[in-house]
């Protein structure tokens, strides 16, 4: 029922700010466009569950994909940056592997797979190739290592590159197309100074903020089972951080990319907060923001 209710809530809202704010001419290939983008939120947001269930990242409850959703909802623009949501489908099912790395089951397939799922969303998203470091990590603390684990991503990375590579060299005789790959970096943060923008930012942050604090006071007292999760979390949101700041184009929808590990941070801290008011604050804030954002001018 959860999911059918923040299923509905997302539709309806970036449905709304389709029809009446986005500012677009609603042709017809951008009204497909709108539903194939609203179809991968949708994705992501059952994809994120099942790597928080699969890995019991939080309790079974929805916090996880409340808040990723509600988040995302914050900037509705999002849903006309195509490139940004497919690279991070891709991405969360890359987390999907690189979690299950702490079972000893299949490791080096499960290596492969999450470097090639990476690989696709840099087709999208270059600097996507940054997961590579949460990948390295949940390597380095897997139970019994090996020291050709950590050869399988460069292998990996290497393949894909030479398939393309020669693919484009057929086609198109040239190499032009790593090139065009590679994206510059930018730190023009001018956009940042928009109301709705920074609000959302701030909010988010703040949240952010705090409950990385409260889980790094906390990591002492978690069960030594569930504790490499946790900090493989935290990694996460550090790689997260990395691919907003180096993104070509910072308009908001960047931060799409931090909301997934955010959101498994933000529900531990409200699992284990007692203050249940507090809770049903925090809760709220993320709820009704989006809608305020909406229709405040």
Known sequence: MNFLLVGIYIVLLYSIHFLFFA?????????????????????????????????????????????FSTSAMMFPDLVGQYSLVVANVFLLLALRRIYSLQSLKNSEKKIVDATLWIVLASVFYFWSLLLLLSLYFAILIKPRNHFRYFLIPLVSLLGALLIATAYHFVIDDSFKWFA??????????????????????????????????????????????????????????????????????????????????????????????????????????????????????
């Open 23 to 67: 500012e677009l001419e609603r042709t017809a290939s951008e009204i497909i466009g709108f539903f194939v983008a609203v179809v991968f939120l949708l994705f992501s947001m059952l994809l994120l569950d099942f790597v928080i269930r699969k890995n019991s990242l939080n309790q079974l409850n929805t916090f996880g994909i409340l808040v």
């Open 180 to 297: 065009s790959w590679l994206t510059p970096v930018s730190f023009d943060f001018s956009a940042y100074g928009n109301p709705k923008i920074w609000t959302a930012i701030t909010f988010f942050s703040a949240v952010l903020i705090w409950t990385i604090v409260s889980m790094f006071r906390g990591l002492a007292s978690v069960p030594k089972k569930d504790r490499p999760n946790q900090v493989q979390t935290l990694v996460t949101v550090a790689v997260g951080i990395l691919l907003v700041a180096l993104s070509p184009n910072k308009s908001g929808n960047e931060l799409l990319f931090l909301f997934a590990p955010a959101a498994i941070v933000v529900a531990s801290f409200m699992e284990r907060n007692k203050e249940r008011w507090f809770r049903e604050i925090l809760l709220w804030g993320f709820v009704l923001l989006p809608v305020v954002l909406l229709f405040v001018n």
